[in-house]
């Protein structure tokens, strides 16, 4: 059986305003194509940054909720490289062959025939770049960015690398444009300056995709240590209430936070800032306990799945607004491509639907089901799959009503078996196809 029926079958300017912002404004409809930069953080927990009432310094996400609109159910998947590839194909993972995350020792990686964001975005005449983590394959030629649609590409490969030695064990993975190459330095101020070099060089009208996909806050941590230090005096407290967050992760991610900033500034010091769009979320839960919601990574209760998501664009997307609503991380593919003029016209169908007057407030969401499956989690090759319709939730043989109940503390199943059998049978359905 050849993996493509597998897998289907399978289931100062950093402290300046970014721009002017008037709340009160409608949004415009947007003129031209725009720039669009994704953040994309590793493993942040929903309740470390500034914005999420966490204690982490974090005033440049901030700015950005601040300026921009925060959607409040906005679902990724549970480890890292499912998400990665969703956000890429605007297709499921069971669909792309990224079902499960890829490891060290394994040849996986997504599937060839899948198109890809930058692969659509440089058909209509977009500069694109990877900067940071690629993981969806890296064994392969064909698997690596620069075959993926990218022009360019700076950092690693794989799952995971220490912070200033590049390295994860014996292997050492760092590169630019398909070479191995040999720095030192901290990656996340690495990737900051890699912005900053190429923004300073743009000398091209031609607008530009930009995915800066972070190592932070995954483990093995290795955070500056004056940042360190600086959080070990002001004994910081669990935020929200969950596990205590170790003095290396609120440095890593204070780090990121800098860095988001110097990209940023860098953007508006060239002048292209106020025709730019940028997404921020992460890619899964944090390792621990979310609060308010339940589990974390690895999980596809709440706190695996649901992360922090902004969307930024003054006088496009509504300034300091929450966006309620189910949005899933395969919404963006179609989002931004449409938004940017290009087709979403392709042989393999999308999961994803076009959100723009989510993001503006035009209009309510019209997604009403997201499906994961949880790598090496239950049954069969896929895991145990989770499925949301609406409010209600079904994960393994539990039912929850997660508008009312988000910390999913209330097993709902014996109480609605007719709603239990209806998730059940669209479970298996889509396992069947």
């Not at 194509?33 to 914005?51: C, E, R, S, T």
């Not at 589990?295 to 309620?324: L, Q």
């Not at 393999?348 to 309510?364: E, N, R």
């Not at 939730?393 to 609605?416: F, Q, R, S, V």
Request: proline content about 6%; glycine content about 10%.
């Amino acid at each position: 059986m050849n993996r493509r029926v597998k897998s289907v079958i399978l289931a100062s300017l950093l402290l300046a305003p970014l721009a002017a912002v008037n709340g009160a404004d409608a949004p415009k409809t947007p003129a031209g194509k725009p720039n669009i930069v994704v953040f994309l953080a590793d493993d942040m927990p929903w309740h470390y940054p500034g914005f999420n009432g966490g204690q982490c310094e974090t005033p440049n996400l901030d700015r950005l909720a601040k300026e921009g609109t925060r959607l409040t159910q906005f679902y990724v998947h549970s480890v890292c490289s499912p998400t990665r590839a969703a956000l890429l194909t605007g297709r499921y993972p069971f669909r792309n062959g990224m079902e499960e995350r890829s490891h060290g020792n394994d040849i996986a990686g997504m599937l060839p025939d899948e198109r890809t964001l930058a692969e659509a975005l440089k058909q209509t005449g977009y500069d694109t770049a990877l900067i940071g983590k690629w993981h969806l394959g890296n064994w392969y030629q064909r698997q690596l960015p620069l075959q993926r649609g990218f022009d360019h590409h700076y950092g690693l490969y794989g799952a995971l690398i220490s912070y200033s030695g590049k390295t994860r064990g014996l292997w050492y993975d760092w590169h630019r444009d398909g070479e191995t190459i040999r720095e030192d330095g901290y990656t996340t101020d690495l990737f900051a300056r890699e912005f900053e070099r190429m923004m300073a060089a743009r000398n091209s009208d031609r607008p530009f995709f930009y995915y800066v996909a972070f190592n932070a806050m995954h483990a093995p941590y290795n955070a500056p240590s004056e940042l360190v230090e600086k959080y070990r005096k002001q004994a910081v407290a669990a935020p929200g209430g969950g596990k205590k967050a170790s003095l290396q992760e609120l440095a890593t991610l204070e780090s990121m936070d800098t860095a988001i900033g110097k990209m940023i500034a860098a953007m508006k010091a060239k002048g292209v800032l106020d025709n730019t769009v940028i997404v921020f979320f992460s890619d899964n839960g944090g390792a621990n306990e979310n609060p308010p919601f339940r589990n974390g990574k690895g999980s596809t209760y709440e706190g695996g799945v649901r992360v922090p998501c902004i969307i930024h664009w003054p006088g496009h997307v509504p300034a300091n607004k929450m966006a309620d609503g189910m949005v899933h991380v395969v919404d963006l593919y179609p989002t931004l491509l449409k938004l940017a003029g290009g087709s979403l016209e392709q042989p393999l169908p999308l999961d994803g639907m076009d959100m723009w007057d989510v993001f503006t407030g035009a209009k309510p969401s019209p997604r009403m089901e997201v499906v994961h499956n949880l790598p090496n989690g239950g049954k069969g090759e896929m895991g145990e799959m989770s499925i949301c319709q609406g409010s209600w939730k079904l994960i393994g043989k539990e039912l929850y009503d997660i508008a009312n109940d988000p910390g999913e503390k209330t097993d709902l199943a014996a109480k609605h078996p007719d709603i239990y059998k209806k998730l059940n049978a669209r479970i298996l359905q889509l396992v069947a196809e």
